[in-house]
């Protein structure tokens, strides 16, 4: 990871994550980068040319060993960095590698041990794997649900995990169990929320899942453009966000919650949507589509924040363009990058990134496909 002002990094290795901070709100990045509140174009890049490539899907900050891991989808591996940027090394597994796509990451805060999704195992049925505070493998996990997201309850280690793939309406939540001296865990069903539908609290497309301090479950509803929020026994309780704040194709949810504020992915409109956890009222935008300061090539992934408040992003896409840039919130819920007062389109313009339906952004070429495409 390197700070440096200006310029794209052409010789990344692969993508990056980009941390952000905001004031009351924040902008955008691409890549895992950061970006500093007051030097208007520092940046932090995860993988540079001396550390291993990255190409950045899942990411998790982890309060307990104050580290960030990342997924790297390609090369699947779990790869630890400090929040300075040094890498650290991989996770350990007993195959050398993930065993399936290393999707999104989870931290049970009460002892900083790892839950990674697995998605897509060719050989044997392990869904999820479960990593001490250091990246030590401790036990696999296979299940009947696919999954791709995940989020632990902070008082009691269950698992949440919403429907990959599937029918995606159903969010189930685990308890997890290891039998002493096994590296094979069991994950029981305690509860489930089932609630299908276009209307208020019902899910017709849930994705990326995050847990508050109290217990609640934040759900990103793709489907109906929204953020659901259920109590810890399922009931619902609230909606956060729509069409007018959101475009679409919704992904990683991160919390700062000292901060009252609840961090969105609209990867449609390549940007991140701040609201106030207190009011639920939009708060401000980071990001933008494209190659340029405080822009993603393709709408990020997973989010994670950290005790600075910085915001980190995986830019999913910047593993073919792996170009990271970073801007700074200018306090009035526009986020401005690039050359002085260029200023991020509104959700779903041209200017914000791409329309909704024009998923897939090829640096700044738009493919439109049939229909949206959202693979997890």
Not at 74 to 93: I, M
Not at 241 to 252: I, K, S
Request: aromatic share 8%; charged share 20%; net charge positive.
């Amino acid at each position: 990871m390197q700070t440096r002002p200006g310029p794209a990094f052409d010789r990344l290795v692969a993508v990056v994550v980009v941390a952000l901070t905001w004031l009351f709100a924040g902008p955008a990045t691409a890549g895992i980068a950061r970006t500093d509140e007051l030097p208007r174009y520092a940046q932090r890049v995860l993988a540079a040319p001396t550390s291993p490539g990255l190409a950045a899907w899942g990411l998790a900050y982890n309060p307990v060993s104050d580290e960030l891991a990342a997924g790297d989808y390609v090369a699947k591996q779990v790869r630890r960095y400090s929040r300075a940027g040094a890498y650290l090394g991989d996770f350990t597994n007993p195959g050398g590698a993930v065993p399936g796509v290393a999707s999104a990451l989870t931290i049970d805060p009460r002892d900083g041990s790892y839950y990674l999704a697995v998605t897509g195992a060719a050989t044997q049925p392990i869904d999820v794997v479960k990593y001490s505070a250091t990246g030590r493998f401790i036990a696999k996990f296979g299940i009947t649900q696919k999954v791709a997201w995940l989020a632990v309850d902070p008082s009691t280690g269950d698992l949440w995990i919403p429907d990959a793939f599937g029918g995606r309406t159903t969010i189930k939540r685990y308890a997890v169990s290891i039998p002493t001296g096994s590296t094979t865990g069991r994950l029981t069903l305690k509860l489930t929320i089932k609630r299908p539908g276009s209307g208020p609290g019902q899910v017709r497309w849930a994705t990326g899942v995050v847990t508050d301090r109290a217990g609640n479950l934040y759900v990103a509803d793709t489907g109906n453009v929204t953020v659901h929020v259920f109590g810890a026994n399922g009931n619902w309780k609230y909606d956060i966000g729509n069409r007018t704040t959101l475009t679409g194709d919704l992904r990683g949810l991160a919390l700062d919650e000292s901060l009252d504020r609840l961090y969105v992915s609209n990867s449609a409109g390549a940007t991140i949507e701040a609201f106030a956890l207190s009011t639920r009222a939009w708060a401000g935008r980071m990001g933008s589509e494209g190659t340029g300061p405080g822009q993603f090539v393709d709408g990020a992934r997973q989010l994670a924040v950290g005790p600075d408040h910085m915001v980190w992003a995986a830019d999913y896409g910047a593993a073919t363009r792996p170009r990271v840039r970073s801007g700074r919130h200018t306090g009035n819920g526009v986020s401005r990058s690039g050359a002085a007062g260029g200023s991020c389109g509104p959700v779903g313009s041209a200017r914000g990134g791409c329309r909704s339906g024009q998923r897939r952004c090829a640096g700044r070429r738009l493919v439109r496909p049939a229909r949206p495409a959202v693979r997890r």
